[in-house]
């Protein structure tokens, strides 16, 4: 595997980190390479504006940032078109579990995230047209997220698998 560095910076208030290296390393070890060969740098930081900016990606500086989010939140506002909370153990109306939480922010933004590094077209001189918009970051997570849940995974941390009925406590 190609070396990705990963920093993090300090969470203030009660703030945290809900992924881990070990969380992000699964999941690209997961993916074919050329999917995620752009990709050099994953930031944990504290920018998160509470719940409003989940993550962002630096296509330039082939780097994702992933915010710190409040120890009790729930997600469903930033459900894209076709999602519900069930899908990621959540159950709609009630705070999330944190492992619904850490699902959604792995198999739904990193992977949005990721997205946006994928080059639609190398030849384009402008940023905007040679690296994926949100139309197709958001494709290129859904699709993926169905692929890696479409096929068991033994690992011993069930936010590796799609949930389960008592994953929505």
């Known amino acids: ?24 390393m699964t999941v690209l070890a997961r993916l074919p390479k050329e999917v995620w060969n752009r990709l050099r740098e994953v930031h944990f930081n504290d920018e998160s504006w509470g719940v409003r900016i989940l ?22 506002r930033g459900l894209r078109r076709g999602q519900y909370p069930e899908l990621f153990g ?43 918009r949100e139309t197709l970051a958001q494709q290129f997570a859904d699709r993926w997220r169905q692929d890696l849940w479409a096929v068991p995974f033994d690992h011993p941390d069930p936010v590796h698998n799609p949930p389960v009925i008592e994953d929505r406590t």
């Open 90 to 132: 959540a159950v709609r109306g009630k705070q999330w579990p944190e492992l619904a939480v850490r699902r959604f922010l792995l198999y739904n933004v990193f992977l949005h995230e990721l997205g946006h590094l994928q080059l639609i077209d190398p030849k384009r001189k402008s940023g905007r047209r040679k690296i994926a």
């Open 55 to 76: 993550a962002s990606a630096k296509p330039r500086e082939h780097r994702i940032c992933i915010g710190a989010l409040p120890p009790r939140v729930s997600l469903t």
């Open 1 to 24: 595997m190609a070396k990705i560095k990963f920093t993090s910076s300090h969470v203030g208030a009660d703030r945290k980190h809900y992924l881990t290296e070990s969380d992000v």
